[in-house]
């Protein structure tokens, strides 16, 4: 069974930075690709960022690009997202994600695997 567990949300003023953290169980996330979405209240679940398995291929929302990296630790089972000058904006329910595929995604239906969700809020 596999298990996605998010942490490192918080409250947090805009220009700050947070970093958040996706580990797995029961998979070994080196081997599929993982992503990252958001939710805001009222609004629809939304692609953040993915990384490919077997490599680092990375793709970005144009709102997040060049603020949030998105990364992986093999070792950890570990994969972050740091998010730097946060702004407002940002500020929703951010979910790990992980496809049955090395293959990254930015479409939500193509992911298998969702953890709870972790909040970040950014203040002004």
């Known amino acids: 069974q596999v298990q996605l567990v998010e942490s490192g949300g918080g409250l947090v003023q805009a220009g700050g930075s947070v970093r958040l953290s996706c580990t797995a169980s029961?998979?070994?996330?080196?081997?599929?690709?993982v992503g990252w979405f958001r939710q805001a209240p009222g609004k629809e679940r939304e692609f953040v960022a993915t990384?490919?398995?077997?490599?680092?291929?990375?793709q970005y929302a144009e709102a997040v690009k060049g603020r949030f990296t998105i990364s992986r630790d093999d070792g950890k089972n570990t994969v972050y997202l740091e998010m730097n000058r946060l702004r407002v904006e940002d500020t929703a329910v951010y979910y790990c994600t992980s496809r049955t595929s090395w293959i990254s995604s930015t479409h939500l239906g193509k992911y298998d695997f969702w953890g709870q969700g972790t909040q970040v809020t950014v203040s002004s």
């Open positions: 990384i490919s398995g077997y490599g680092t291929t990375t």
């Open positions: 029961g998979r070994t996330l080196s081997e599929y690709a």
